[in-house]
């Protein structure tokens, strides 16, 4: 078996499979494989973290530059938020700025949309 079929092989093992495999080397050749699996499992556990930070749950929507309306996007705004006519208009004008923080995926989605419409640009963080 060349090293490639064997790593192939490796690699295509269930964890219940290599955790056995690493108990018949140990006791094959009496050594210890703690300290590379501790390891092993600080990478997992790093790329499983990793992993969660990747899947964000709440959105901040950021309104990055207002366009040629800018009267539709302060109309967009009032809309979307509990603001009124000068909060919503010294919001716009201050762009970049954040419209709406700590919202779910769809509403953000949603929300930038609505804003894009009335011909802003938005960027969700």
Do not use: Y
């Not at 009267?71 to 509990?82: H, S, Y």
Request: proline share 3%.
């Amino acid at each position: 078996m060349t090293n490639e079929e064997l790593v192939e092989t490796i690699e295509n093992m269930t964890v219940l499979e290599l955790a056995e495999l690493v108990k018949t080397l140990e006791e094959k050749f009496g050594v210890s494989a703690s300290a590379p699996v501790a390891v092993a499992a600080a990478g997992t556990a790093a790329a499983q973290a990793e992993e969660e930070e990747e899947e964000q749950v709440v959105f901040d929507v950021m309104l990055t530059d207002v366009g040629d309306q800018k009267i539709q996007v302060i109309k967009a705004v009032r809309e979307l938020t509990p603001l009124g006519l000068r909060e919503a208009k010294e919001v716009v004008d201050e762009a970049p700025s954040a419209i709406l923080t700590q919202i779910p995926r769809e509403e953000a989605e949603s929300a930038k949309e609505r804003l894009e419409e009335a011909g802003a640009t938005v960027e969700l963080q």
